[in-house]
Nanobody, 123 residues
Framework: QVQLVESGGGLVQAGGSLRLSCAAS????????MGWLRQAAGKEREFVAA????????YYADSVKGRFTVSRDNAKNTVYLQLNTLKPEDTAVYYC????????????????WGQGTQVTVSS
């Protein structure tokens, strides 16, 4: 069992930055690929970024590539999402997830979810 708790969301102006953190408790954090999904009001949940168990492989949605950076610190059981050059369309609830594999692919299922943190970008 893995528990995930996000923090770092908030209100920011367009062009600004935020850093989201996801603290994991439970066993074997460093064996899970981790990721971030988001859901805007009235829209479907979408993939944002993922990182393999060691941090050696990272994956991004086209809409955030070059602006967002996913990272992890296995010693601290924490995964991060740095959000730069934010746009109003980035407004959403951001969820931290643990995948059911050490490696990410589009077919990898999510095993655990965090409760989500709101990011609001004003224009």
């Amino acid at each position: 069992q893995v528990q995930l708790v996000e923090s770092g969301g908030g209100l920011v102006q367009a062009g600004g930055s935020l850093r989201l953190s996801c603290a994991a408790s439970g066993r074997s954090f460093n064996t899970y690929a981790m990721g971030w999904l988001r859901q805007a009001a009235g829209k479907e949940r979408e993939f944002v970024a993922a990182i393999s168990y060691s941090g050696g492989n990272r994956y991004y949605a086209d809409s955030v590539k070059g602006r967002f950076t996913v990272s992890r610190d296995n010693a601290k059981n924490t995964v991060y999402l740095q959000l730069n050059t934010l746009k109003p369309e980035d407004t959403a609830v951001y969820y931290c997830v643990a995948y059911g594999s050490s490696w990410y692919s589009q077919r990898t299922e999510v095993d655990y979810w965090g409760q989500g943190t709101q990011v609001t970008v004003s224009s």
